[in-house]
């Protein structure tokens, strides 16, 4: 029953390009009965084997969903169904020879983002892809509204969570491998769920108390909640989306955390025009492919096609000949992404800057998740 569901969960992923998180949640949801460890192992088998595809189908020496499973199963010791025969020695004779296989096949990506990625980040991509396979601990953000930094480190003790610090991240914590945050934690609004590297991005917007900041690309708010703590709950921030769902979940964070300076709007076709020379900052958190969140989720990279990345692009192109409209006489704004590619990153800054000589860049933050351990993130301030 377990290992059926797996199969499933993956069967909506590869074959109808469902988000893995989302069916995940269906599929709990439909059997609420499950313990800890039945979901665990249904999470765990669609992960992996979502992460590792091409390196498994190696190894089974077949790319169907069973086989992939079983190859999994084998990888980490579990009995495999006798619905797949392949025998666990042949993937051990294998696993041999996959340390000689391409790039592609070796770390699981597709071929065309092999090539592209080489073609950007040249000796870099081999180092960068095999960090975003690695699994990704739990970063937590102190909220600095209601809790500081040591006291968080207490409370979280007190309830048997060894945390630690975060080099270079003033209000960042780590949690041990495999640990999670309970959600009754959670629920408190001290914490709140966010990769170290994203915690870098709101602090180079350099924002102060009482400033107006618009969050223009906002989803569920985590920047936006982070930018109401830098700024000590005083001034005001829209965040603004174009999904009444994610805004909805950022109100209801914002509730939590307790901050009342924020203020969500959905975009609508009069919003530039209506907040025009409104901001004293503007954070864009662009559409990107996504690249630096692998870790995070994997089945991003069997979604992601060329086409689609080369329409990213064009969004991301016409975003900055806009958005910095928003911005009052002597305004900044802040471009970000979670991509780790230069076409999404400094190209289209550079880009920008020279379509328009008003723009200059002040500052610019590259996060390397082979570098740090944390998700991949890019990000500039241009005044």
């Known amino acids: 029953m377990l290992a059926e569901s797996a199969a499933g969960v993956l069967e909506q992923v590869f074959k109808h390009g469902r988000v893995l998180d989302r069916e995940l949640d269906t599929i709990f949801r439909e059997n609420p009965k499950w313990g800890k460890r039945d979901r665990n192992f249904v ?29 999994q199963w084998t990888r980490v010791g579990l009995e495999v169904p006798d619905w797949w025969a392949s025998h666990p020695s042949e993937i051990a004779a294998r696993e041999l020879e996959l340390a000689g296989q391409p790039l592609a096949i070796r770390e699981s990506i597709p071929d065309w983002l092999d090539v592209l990625g080489r073609g ?20 937590l953000r102190v909220n600095t509204i209601r809790a500081e930094v040591r006291g968080v480190l207490e409370w979280l ?37 966010q990769d170290a590297g994203s915690q870098k991005i709101a602090p180079l917007l350099d924002v102060e108390p009482g400033m107006r900041v618009i969050d223009a690309c906002a989803g569920a708010g985590g920047k936006a909640l982070h930018l109401a703590a830098l700024m000590q709950g005083r001034g005001e921030i829209v965040a603004m989306d174009i999904s009444t769902a994610k805004l909805s979940e950022l109100r209801r964070r914002a509730s939590r955390a307790g901050t009342r ?123």
């Open 43 to 71: 999470a765990e088998t669609a992960f992996e084997v979502t992460r590792w595809r091409r390196a498994l189908a190696f190894l089974a020496g077949d790319d169907s969903i069973p086989a992939l499973c079983a190859a």
């Open 120 to 139: 950007e980040l040249g000796e870099a991509w081999d180092r960068e892809v095999a960090a975003l396979n690695r699994r990704a601990p739990v970063f």
């Open 157 to 193: 003790a007190s309830h048997g969570i060894e945390a630690a610090r975060v080099p270079g991240v003033p209000d960042a914590l780590v949690l041990p491998a495999g640990k999670m945050l309970p959600k009754p934690l959670a629920a408190e609004g001290v914490v709140e769920i």
């Open 261 to 383: 300076i924020i203020r969500t709007e959905t975009w609508r076709e009069d919003t530039l025009k209506r907040y025009a020379g409104w901001a004293d900052r503007v954070l864009i958190d662009a559409p990107c492919s996504g690249l630096g969140t692998l870790r995070r989720q994997p089945d991003l990279k069997w979604r992601l096609t060329a086409s689609s990345l080369e329409k990213t692009k064009r969004l991301q192109r016409r975003m900055l000949d806009h958005y910095p409209e928003l911005l009052r006489p002597g305004g900044k704004f802040v471009y970000a992404t979670c991509s780790l590619l230069p076409s999404e990153n400094g190209g289209q800054i550079r880009n920008l800057v020279e379509r328009d000589p008003r723009r200059a860049i002040e500052e610019e933050l590259t996060v390397s998740p082979a570098e740090t351990g944390w998700d991949g993130f890019f990000a500039a301030r241009l005044g």
